[in-house]
């Protein structure tokens, strides 16, 4: 059964920084595509930042591109989502996905995390 296990999130003043993590279980994260997607109350998930199991290619949404990073580390099966210069419009609940083809529409991957909270607040 395939797992994926999201933590890092907290509460984090305007301008800070967290890493999320994101651990699979029961298969080789590495084989697949990850997303990043985040879900505020009352909205669609969005802000995509996508890694490839291809060539390891990374895309990231306008609203997040600069700020965002996502990496792998193959070892530890496991892929993260720095997060850099938060604001309070990042407040949402984080969720990664994995896909064995490369998308950045949430629609398109299959296996989801419960989430992780990331709330943006002084």
């Known amino acids: 059964q395939l797992q994926l296990v999201e933590s890092g999130g907290g509460l984090v003043q305007p301008g800070g920084s967290l890493k999320l993590s994101c651990a699979a279980s029961?298969?080789?994260?590495?084989?697949?595509?990850i997303g990043w997607f985040r879900q505020a109350p009352g909205k669609e998930r969005e802000g995509p930042s996508c890694?490839?199991?291809?060539?390891?290619?990374?895309y990231y949404d306008d609203s997040v591109t600069g700020r965002f990073t996502v990496s792998r580390d193959n070892a530890k099966n496991t892929v993260y989502l720095q997060i850099n210069s938060l604001k309070p419009a990042d407040t949402a609940v984080y969720y990664c996905?994995?896909?064995?083809?490369?998308?950045?529409?949430?629609?398109?991957?299959?296996?989801w995390g419960q989430g992780t909270q990331v709330t943006v607040s002084s």
């Open positions: 029961g298969f080789t994260l590495e084989n697949y595509a």
């Open positions: 890694i490839s199991n291809s060539d390891g290619s990374a």
């Open positions: 996905a994995a896909s064995w083809l490369f998308t950045v529409q949430p629609s398109g991957y299959t296996s």
